[in-house]
Nanobody, 115 residues
Framework: QVQLVESGGGWVQPGGSLRLACAGSGTIFSRNVVSWYRQAPGKERELVAFINPLSVTTYANSVKGRFTISRDHAKNTVYLQMNGLKIEDTAVYYC?????????WGQGTQVTVSS
């Protein structure tokens, strides 16, 4: 059983920063791609960024240049550093990984950007 636990969400003013963390069980993160998704109220869940086992990263155009995904294999944790936050970044953020054919999601962490 894979468990993913997100943390680090909260409220921040526009232009501010937050760092999200996704802690995973076992050796999952050393072997698999880990992704961050987000879902705003009334909208579909969308991909934000993902990182492969070699730390090669990919970003959605909407966050490119502002967000950075990284991983710490020793801590089995993947981070999402979010800078220059905008009101439209408000959403519940989820981490996700796939092991074989099984998809695992964390419980999500709320990020609210407002003045």
């Amino acid at each position: 059983q894979v468990q993913l636990v997100e943390s680090g969400g909260g409220w921040v003013q526009p232009g501010g920063s937050l760092r999200l963390a996704c802690a995973g069980s076992g050796t999952i993160f050393s072997r698999n791609v880990v992704s961050w998704y987000r879902q705003a109220p009334g909208k579909e869940r969308e991909l934000v960024a993902f990182i492969n086992p070699l730390s090669v990263t990919t970003y959605a155009n909407s966050v490119k240049g502002r967000f950075t995904i990284s991983r710490d294999h020793a801590k089995n944790t993947v981070y999402l550093q979010m800078n220059g936050l905008k009101i439209e970044d408000t959403a519940v953020y989820y981490c996700r990984t796939t092991v074989s054919t099984n998809v695992y999601w964390g419980q999500g962490t709320q990020v609210t950007v407002s003045s």
